[in-house]
């Protein structure tokens, strides 16, 4: 079952003022919210953690306070070993690779990337249940917790180009930037920090090569220990469709993103009655209706973000999918929705900056 690291929780509970007793209780006031039960790592099931969002979002209205609330109470050192890798990487470029490779010993159901291959450079965010109430929040905690901390353990000041966000705003957009002192974007294709040119360049405070060198061998082992709580179809998906706008990656790639060696992944993989190549295909033609339906990116340009570098190749793949050509299924009625002027810009100047 997806989990969460119990932090989380804990830190949510201390932006709205709930306790967390020792038992595992939820509580506001004498009420019982819920009931956590942690399992030796210290995790508590994803049902959880968005039934606790869900019902922050139905009792506290003003949700720019309970993020900003939220970014305050939950500290990198949170994080454990994680955390102190993070800090004690060289760079900030180096802080988010960890991010990108660990963040799963922390939660299955976030997976961040860093893109660099676009401009401004991004850390994205995806994963999570679909349509699952809360994840909005989820979102906007997530991303206003990172931008807080990484403030803090970079040394000197730190210009972020803007924070996106795929869901409309929920209050008055500049107090959304006002609070986190840069340009906050809603409706947008995705959930990211972008970072201002130079940024991920930074050093930080406490940069210690040997120190996060260190930390990582014991991340390694514990990634490469820890029994997945989720299928490994479903991390793999989770990769996949967050960077496919960058090229399909190798199966060695994402094996180590796993914390497992390339012979293990394709083990495991067969294990489960899946292939690599099987799942690939599965999340190019998912990220293609997807895209069909809900954006008006042209048919090029789905195909550069669904990881096609020709579109004659990805008309084809697609009709061996669908039985249809691409324009034919976004022609199909009711297959387009409309979409923000936000999110067309935000998904093509996405393609046509990965395209130069």
Same mark, same amino acid.
Request: glycine residues 8%; aromatic residues 8%.
């Given at each position: 079952? !997806? ?27 004498? @009420? ?9 790592? +210290?995790?508590?099931? &994803? ?10 979002? &139905? ?11 939220? %970014? ?69 905690? %997530? ?9 803090? *353990?970079? &040394? +000197?000041?730190?210009?972020? $180009?803007?924070?996106? *966000? ?40 406490? +940069? ?9 061998? /014991? ?7 820890? $029994? ?5 179809? /479903? ?13 399909? !990656? ?14 293990? *992944? *394709? ?10 190549? &099987? ?6 033609? @998912? ?19 669904? +990881? ?49």
């Amino acid at each position: 079952m !997806p989990s969460v690291t119990i932090a989380f929780i804990r830190a949510l509970s201390a932006a709205v003022d709930l306790t967390v007793a020792e038992d595992g209780a939820v509580r506001t006031g004498s @009420d019982t919210l819920l009931f956590l039960t942690p399992d030796s790592n +210290g995790h508590v099931s &994803d049902q959880a953690f968005f039934a606790l969002l869900a019902w922050i979002e &139905d009792h506290r209205p003003d949700r720019l306070s309970v993020v900003s609330a939220y %970014a305050a109470a939950i500290g990198i050192d949170d994080l454990g070993a994680l955390g102190l890798a993070i800090k004690t990487a060289p760079t900030l470029r180096a802080s988010l690779e960890r991010v990108e490779r660990y963040f799963l010993l922390l939660t299955d159901t976030a997976l961040y990337r860093l893109e660099e291959c676009t401009s401004p450079p991004r850390l994205i965010l995806k994963g999570g249940p679909a349509n699952a109430p809360g994840l909005q929040l989820r979102a906007e905690c %997530a991303l206003y917790a990172f931008a807080r901390n990484m403030r803090l *353990f970079v &040394d +000197g000041p730190l210009d972020l $180009a803007h924070v996106s *966000f795929r869901h409309p705003c929920s209050g008055a957009p500049d107090r959304y930037a006002a609070a986190l002192g840069c340009p906050v974007v809603f409706g947008a294709q995705e959930d990211a920090i972008a970072f201002a040119p130079g940024a991920l360049d930074r050093r930080n405070r406490l +940069g210690d090569a040997a120190v996060s060198e260190f930390l990582i061998a /014991h991340l390694d082992t514990e990634l490469g220990s820890r $029994a997945p709580t989720a299928s490994l179809r /479903h991390h793999v998906l989770q990769h996949l469709e967050a960077g496919l706008s960058a090229g399909i !990656p190798q199966a060695s790639t994402v094996a180590r993103h796993l914390g497992m060696s390339e012979r293990t *992944f *394709f083990r495991r993989l067969a294990d489960e009655g899946q292939t690599f190549r &099987d799942l690939v295909s599965e999340a190019q033609s @998912d990220l293609a209706r997807s895209l069909l339906r809900t954006s008006r990116c042209s048919i090029a340009e789905i195909a550069f973000l669904t +990881g096609f570098s020709e579109q004659s190749t990805f008309a084809r793949a697609f009709k061996r999918w669908e039985g249809v050509a691409p324009a034919q299924y976004r022609a199909q009625p009711g297959a387009p929705l409309a979409a923000s002027a936000k999110t067309l810009a935000g998904a093509t100047d996405t393609a046509r900056e990965g395209a130069r």
